[in-house]
């Protein structure tokens, strides 16, 4: 069974920018239609962003409009999280998920 797979996450100040990939592995596994949800610490888990099977549609909750960017990797099973100008409030465990699997989730931590 496939299994899908963040990593990336990290330290970082406010204004910087981490680029998580989400990977899928196993010959049967598409890591699309994906979507990205994070949760900080004492609080619920809150959709990011999206990207359609297709590719071609993407989606993005307000707080993080404009700095964040779900992109897809067309010679490889994986897709990307762009995140820009990264703030005191996006410290988060971040997951992606094609529906029926989960990934382990990643550690993004702003702080100065």
């Known amino acids: 069974q496939g299994e899908l797979v963040e990593s990336g996450g990290g330290l970082v100040q406010p204004g910087g920018l981490l680029s998580p990939p989400c990977v899928a592995s196993g010959s049967t596994t598409s890591p699309f239609p994906m979507r990205w949800y994070r949760q900080a610490p004492g609080k619920e888990r809150e959709w990011v962003a999206s990207i359609t099977n297709s590719r071609e549609k993407t989606y993005y909750s307000d707080s993080v409009k404009g700095r964040f960017t779900i992109s897809a990797d067309n010679g490889r099973n994986e897709a990307y999280l762009q995140m820009n100008n990264l703030q005191l409030e996006d410290t988060a465990m971040y997951y992606c998920?094609?529906?029926?699997?989960w990934g382990q989730g990643t550690q993004v931590t702003v702080s100065s």
């Open positions: 998920t094609n529906g029926p699997s």
